[in-house]
């Protein structure tokens, strides 16, 4: 049987709650200020003014990773990496491995590794220069070298398809602004929607006790 409440609790309740209510509102405006509600992807950093042909043509090694829908995510010149995966960093993409150790997800996307593989991955594929097929690398990321004056290629296959197709590029080719698709410390977490759930029943509990007095 629950106890009464003693004389004057019921206002006593009411200041407790108005108060939790309070620091709890403050905690949520604080976080839509924060996360700046939902993301779009980011445009980041800076890229090197090169054409494909100046770059290609000083020894030094251009990058392009694009998505099955053919997004460029980038498409510039990134010096004289000494492995493929140094030239992912030299472009600043994010790359995440899976358990096997293959690299699931290049700046954001997909926005997390796949549990279980579904016949989508990312594909790494390499030109000589400019003019030359793409070929298919045999090595992964950390123990391949980029040949200087070559291409380094990244493209997402479609779910209906085995292999991804990269674009021919051309001397003139200019670099892409760099697309960053991962939503990190963007939007409303769970943890922000937890306190909205607590603030409302706060509030409903506050109401409550109002009206049974």
């Known amino acids: 049987m629950t106890a009464p409440f003693a004389p004057g609790s019921h206002h006593h309740v009411a200041r407790r709650t108005g108060r939790l209510l309070s620091v709890l509102l403050g905690t949520v405006l604080g976080a839509l200020l924060l996360t700046g509600g939902a993301s779009d992807p980011e445009v980041t950093g ?41 030239a992912l960093a030299a472009a600043e993409v994010d790359s995440r491995e899976s358990k096997g150790g293959y690299l699931c997800t290049l700046a954001g996307y997909p926005e997390t590794c796949p549990s279980s593989f579904t016949g989508q991955y990312w594909q790494y594929w390499y030109a000589d220069g400019l003019g ?6 045999q090595k992964g990321a950390g123990a391949r070298r980029p040949t200087p004056g070559g291409i380094e290629g990244w493209c997402y296959n479609a779910d209906d398809e085995k292999r991804c197709d990269l674009p021919r590029l051309s001397a003139d080719g200019e670099p892409a602004e760099r697309i960053d698709l991962h939503q990190d410390s963007k939007g409303l977490g769970p943890w922000v929607v937890g306190v909205v759930v607590v603030v409302v029943a706060a ?9 049974i007095r």
């Open 132 to 137: 030359a097929d793409w070929s298919f690398s």
């Open 46 to 86: 800076a890229v090197s003014p090169a054409t494909v042909g100046e770059c290609l043509g000083a020894g030094q090694v251009w990058l392009h990773v694009q998505t099955e829908d053919e997004r460029v995510l980038r498409s510039e010149c990134v010096g004289t990496p000494a492995t493929g995966q140094a």
């Open 203 to 211: 509030g409903s509990l506050l109401l409550a006790r109002r009206r």
